[in-house]
Nanobody, 120 residues
C-alpha cells in the first residue's frame, strides 16, 4: 500500500513537499510516478523515477519540481517550488514494476491522493 501526504494550501510562489510511503513490500525495484488530476481533467503523469534513479518531468513542472526516492525508507518525495495556481490538483503517487509509463492503468499500486491548492 502507498500512503501519500504533504498536500495543503499555499500562495503562488510557495513550496510544498509531498511524500509517499510504501508498506507491505519493498519497492526498490519499482518505478514511482507522481500524477495529478485537476477538476475536469484527466489524471496526468507529472514526474517519475525509475528503479535506477532516472527521472522524468512533464514540461509543466520541469525546473520547479524535484522527485527523489529513498529505497531504505521505501518512499518517494516530490519537492515542489514556485507553485502556480495551475498546479492546483489532487496529487497521487503510484508504483509499478519495470519502467515508467504515462498510462495510469499500468500502475498496480496507488496512494490515496493528497490535495494541493495554490491561490493567486
Amino acid at each position: 500500500q502507498l500512503q501519500a501526504s504533504g498536500g495543503g494550501s499555499v500562495q503562488t510562489g510557495g513550496s510544498l513537499r509531498l511524500s509517499c510511503a510504501a508498506s507491505g513490500r519493498a519497492f526498490s525495484k519499482y518505478a514511482w510516478g507522481w500524477f495529478r488530476q485537476a477538476p475536469g481533467k484527466e489524471r496526468e503523469l507529472i514526474s517519475g523515477i525509475t528503479s535506477g534513479g532516472a527521472t522524468y518531468y512533464a514540461d509543466s513542472v520541469k525546473g520547479r519540481f524535484t522527485i527523489s526516492r529513498d529505497n531504505a525508507k521505501n518512499a518517494v518525495d516530490l519537492q515542489m517550488i514556485s507553485l502556480k495556481p495551475e498546479d492546483t490538483a489532487v496529487y497521487y503517487c503510484a508504483a509499478r514494476e519495470h519502467t515508467l509509463t504515462e498510462t495510469t492503468t499500468q500502475y498496480g499500486y496507488w496512494g490515496q491522493g493528497t490535495l494541493v491548492t495554490v491561490s493567486s
